[in-house]
């Protein structure tokens, strides 16, 4: 990709603790066999890693635009 989409069209959350990179919010670019995955970070870093990684982001109240991460999820 020659320019990272929006924060607004990030649909996955990775879930594992990889490349420290946990809840941060992603996009899938790529699905290959034996459920391996192509994903891209808000920053433009990329991975292959495993389809049980991620997770659908869940709509929230307005901010569904700003990127999800365990530290704003805290009270």
């Not at 929006?6 to 649909?11: C, Q």
Request: with cysteine; proline share 7%.
């Amino acid at each position: 990709m020659d320019t990272m989409p929006t924060a607004s069209i990030l649909p996955y959350i990775y879930r594992w603790d990889r490349h420290s990179r946990k809840d941060q919010a992603c996009v899938v670019t790529a699905r290959g066999k034996m459920n391996s995955i192509r994903v891209e970070f808000a920053d433009g870093y990329i991975m292959v890693t495993s389809g049980n990684a991620i997770r659908r982001r869940k709509p929230c109240d307005g901010t569904a635009d700003k990127p999800i991460t365990w530290r704003d999820a805290r009270p």
